[in-house]
C-alpha cells in the first residue's frame, strides 16, 4: 500500500502563488508514475499535471503557468502554481500508480493510490 499526503493549500488572491506538496510513504516504488488532479464544486475530477522518470505532461488549462516535480529522495511531490485565477479554485488530489511505461497518464483510472485532497481558493 501507498499513502499519499498533500498539504500545501489555502486563500491566495489571483496572480499570486502557492506550491502544493505531497508526501508519499509504504511500498513508495509503486509511485512511479505520480500526477495531480482537481475538483470543482459541481464538476467533475480534472486532470491537472503527470510526472514520470520520462517527462511531465499538463493540462493546457495550466501550462505555463503551474510546474510538477518531484524529489525522489524525500518521496515527495510537488505542484508550483504560479499566476493563480479564480477558475483554478479546487480541491486538489495527488496521485500515484506503478506504471513504468514512457508515457505520462492523465486518467484519474490510471492511478490506484490517492491523498486525501488538499482546498486551493483563489479569490478574485
Known amino acids: 500500500q501507498v499513502q499519499l499526503v498533500e498539504s500545501g493549500g489555502g486563500l491566495v488572491q489571483a496572480g499570486g502563488s502557492l506550491r502544493l506538496s505531497c508526501a508519499a510513504s509504504?511500498?513508495?516504488?509503486?509511485?512511479?508514475?505520480m500526477a495531480w488532479f482537481r475538483q470543482a464544486p459541481g464538476k467533475e475530477r480534472e486532470f491537472v499535471a503527470a510526472?514520470?522518470?520520462?517527462?511531465?505532461l499538463y493540462a493546457d488549462s495550466v501550462k505555463g503557468r503551474f510546474t510538477i516535480s518531484r524529489d525522489n529522495a524525500k518521496n515527495t511531490l510537488y505542484l508550483q502554481m504560479n499566476s493563480l485565477k479564480p477558475e483554478d479554485t479546487a480541491v486538489y488530489y495527488c496521485?500515484?500508480?506503478?506504471?513504468?511505461?514512457?508515457?505520462?497518464?492523465?486518467?484519474?483510472?490510471?492511478?490506484?493510490?490517492w491523498g486525501q485532497g488538499s482546498q486551493v481558493t483563489v479569490s478574485s
Open positions: 496521485a500515484a500508480a506503478p506504471r513504468w511505461g514512457s508515457s505520462q497518464y492523465s486518467g484519474a483510472y490510471d492511478y490506484d493510490y
Open positions: 509504504g511500498r513508495t516504488f509503486s509511485t512511479n508514475s
Open positions: 510526472i514520470n522518470w520520462s517527462g511531465t
